[in-house]
């Protein structure tokens, strides 16, 4: 193996090193977010119903989601309507707002004599 075979090898190596590391990245900012997405339906969810029991909503999305999403939840409740906003996390700070998703739910109140 020659000098230059040798330095050509190295660089190689480490363009191949990097390769694999941003499919990692990329391949685990997929994940979080789809795991966001489903984290943020099964709140909504939660929420809603809590908010046709007479409950809080808020404590309701919380308690619904285990781990990370807890800190990383934002909840809205409009009229019947519940909205949790996930955002998933990120070793690059400015992707985690990018990437937020939104989970909803309806509540429909019975009106009259049921």
Not at 44 to 72: D, H, I, K, Q
Request: net charge positive; charged share 15%; aromatic share 4%.
């Amino acid at each position: 193996m020659t000098a230059g075979a040798g330095g050509q090898a190295s660089v190689e190596l480490v363009a191949g090193a990097l390769g694999v590391l941003l499919a990692g990245l990329v391949a685990f900012q997929l994940l979080a977010a789809g795991y966001a997405a489903v984290m943020a339906g099964h709140a909504a969810e939660a929420a809603a119903l809590a908010l046709a029991n007479g409950r809080a909503p808020t404590e309701a999305a919380r308690s619904a989601v285990p781990g990370w999403p807890r800190g990383a939840a934002r909840i809205r409740t409009r009229g019947g309507r519940v909205y949790v906003t996930l955002m998933p996390p990120s070793p690059l700070r400015f992707l985690r707002a990018r990437l937020a998703v939104t989970g909803q739910a309806a509540v429909r109140t019975r009106s009259g004599n049921g």
